[in-house]
């Protein structure tokens, strides 16, 4: 725990250097397919300090997060599975080292994506569930790459292009509101808008 608290001050030293946006775009790239911390409280803290650019850090966030998203589709797709569908040295890498990234967590997600497609990647880039164990096991099921790229768009840039608004519009007295409820505002949200969606398909 003491280590993952180190990693996150050092992720947040970076808002206060000339390379807080490079390191915006390359923490959200990591975080879609292999880096534990999310983007979002680097996004928090240059936003903070540049009101007017809180809108430009979310547009890096959201394309380094899709481009990161293809990333970990690719190490799905092409070196996750090894002989007669074992898991490969890559994928044991991953089960071994990554917090949160499980066997049946894997197998979990293939069910997901077998009932919900778009909307699994959707949920798991708007909401706080761990977006990267999606987007490899997107490439490792082979899911229309097409709907994920969409679903990872659309999504990432919800979650960001959010906090960026909501940062521009009121500031830093908003801070605390975003670290304490912004998770479960964006679960309520993708739980209304998916459930929308399903009770529009079984009414019509």
Not at 11 to 19: F, G, N, Q, S
Not at 76 to 102: K, L
Not at 144 to 163: C, Q
Request: glycine letters at 8%; aromatic letters at 22%; a positive charge.
């Amino acid at each position: 725990m003491q280590f993952v608290r180190k990693m996150y001050d050092w992720v947040l030293h970076w808002a206060e250097t000339p390379y807080g946006p490079a390191a915006l775009f390359l923490l959200a790239f990591a975080e879609s397919s292999f880096f534990p911390i999310p983007p979002d409280a680097l996004l928090i803290a240059l936003a903070l300090g540049a009101r007017s650019k809180s809108f430009k850090f979310a547009a890096i966030c959201t394309f380094a997060s899709v481009l990161g998203a293809l990333l970990g589709y690719a190490i799905g797709h092409f070196v996750w599975w090894g002989v007669g569908n074992e898991f490969s040295s890559v994928a044991n890498f991953f089960f071994d080292n990554i917090p949160g990234f499980t066997h049946e967590l894997f197998y979990k997600v293939q069910s997901l994506y077998d009932e919900w497609n778009f909307w699994i990647v959707f949920t798991a880039g708007f909401t706080p569930i761990p977006y990267k164990v999606f987007t490899i096991s997107g490439g490792a099921f082979n899911i229309n790459i097409f709907l994920f790229v969409i679903a990872s768009i659309v999504s990432r840039a919800g979650r960001f292009f959010l906090v960026a608004f909501l940062i521009w519009k009121f500031g830093p007295q908003i801070k605390s509101f975003i670290d304490k409820y912004f998770n479960w505002l964006a679960i309520a949200f993708t739980v209304l808008l998916v459930g929308g969606f399903v009770g529009i398909k079984y009414l019509l």
